[in-house]
């Protein structure tokens, strides 16, 4: 295992950059109390390819291609690079991978433990592998977004304990939708096989 500065001197980009890499899951790490932790391999692998990682999108554009994603017409100084994101993403052979790298400013995520069915609660939407389109089935995490002003008071009246093991992954922002692009957003930030192959099926 090597630290987050010992990786950025290998791959020749800056420590916040290798710190980005590490949050957003292009660059496996293991946490280990406030730090990260990366196996020497990884960083090697990476490094190997002889290409950086895409950075990650700032919020507002993660905003903007989730609502190109959608459907929705973005104009503006940005709409030509969402457009381009667009079309990489249907043009990649793992759109999953571009989407943990590019969206994770998109919106706030927790992982929660909750006693109770809080997706019974009409302040919560459901999102993840919900949608009828995503080919996935089997239980797994549950991707729920909440708007933020209720936030509080969610987390009131169901007893929400902030758990890093938790079976919820609870996605906060002022705005709330869960078209079938967010719900593969959802799947892609929570990583794995299955649910890239899921994400990888709907985009290409």
């Given at each position: 295992m090597i630290s987050i500065p010992d990786a950025a001197a290998r791959l020749g980009l800056s420590a916040e950059r290798v710190r980005q890499l590490a949050r957003s899951g292009a660059l496996?790490?293991?946490?280990?109390?406030?730090?990260?932790?990366?196996?020497?391999?990884?960083?090697?692998?990476?490094?190997?390819?002889?290409?950086?990682?895409?950075?990650?999108?700032?919020?507002?554009n993660a905003r903007a291609l989730a609502a190109a994603l959608r459907g929705e017409?973005?104009?503006?100084?940005?709409?030509?690079?969402?457009?381009?994101?667009?079309?990489?993403?249907?043009?990649?052979?793992?759109?999953?991978?571009?989407?943990?790298?590019?969206?994770?400013?998109?919106?706030?995520?927790?992982?929660?433990?909750?006693?109770?069915n809080l997706t019974s609660d009409p302040r919560i939407q459901i999102g993840g592998a919900a949608d009828p389109r995503i080919p996935l089935s089997g239980k797994g995490v549950n991707?729920?977004?909440?708007?933020?002003?209720?936030?509080d008071d969610l987390y009131d009246d169901w007893a929400i304990v902030d758990d890093p093991h938790g079976d919820i992954e609870l996605v906060i922002d002022d705005e709330v939708h869960v078209d079938l692009p967010d719900c593969l957003i959802d799947l892609a930030l929570l990583g794995g096989d299955r649910h890239d192959w899921a994400v990888n099926q709907c985009l290409r």
């Amino acid at each position: 295992m090597i630290s987050i500065p010992d990786a950025a001197a290998r791959l020749g980009l800056s420590a916040e950059r290798v710190r980005q890499l590490a949050r957003s899951g292009a660059l496996p790490a293991e946490r280990v109390g406030s730090l990260y932790v990366l196996d020497s391999r990884d960083v090697q692998a990476l490094a190997a390819r002889g290409r950086r990682a895409s950075r990650p999108l700032s919020r507002a554009n993660a905003r903007a291609l989730a609502a190109a994603l959608r459907g929705e017409q973005v104009v503006g100084v940005r709409a030509d690079r969402i457009h381009a994101k667009v079309a990489q993403l249907h043009a990649s052979d793992n759109p999953a991978a571009l989407l943990r790298q590019w969206m994770p400013n998109l919106a706030e995520r927790r992982r929660v433990s909750v006693f109770g069915n809080l997706t019974s609660d009409p302040r919560i939407q459901i999102g993840g592998a919900a949608d009828p389109r995503i080919p996935l089935s089997g239980k797994g995490v549950n991707c729920l977004h909440a708007p933020s002003e209720v936030l509080d008071d969610l987390y009131d009246d169901w007893a929400i304990v902030d758990d890093p093991h938790g079976d919820i992954e609870l996605v906060i922002d002022d705005e709330v939708h869960v078209d079938l692009p967010d719900c593969l957003i959802d799947l892609a930030l929570l990583g794995g096989d299955r649910h890239d192959w899921a994400v990888n099926q709907c985009l290409r």
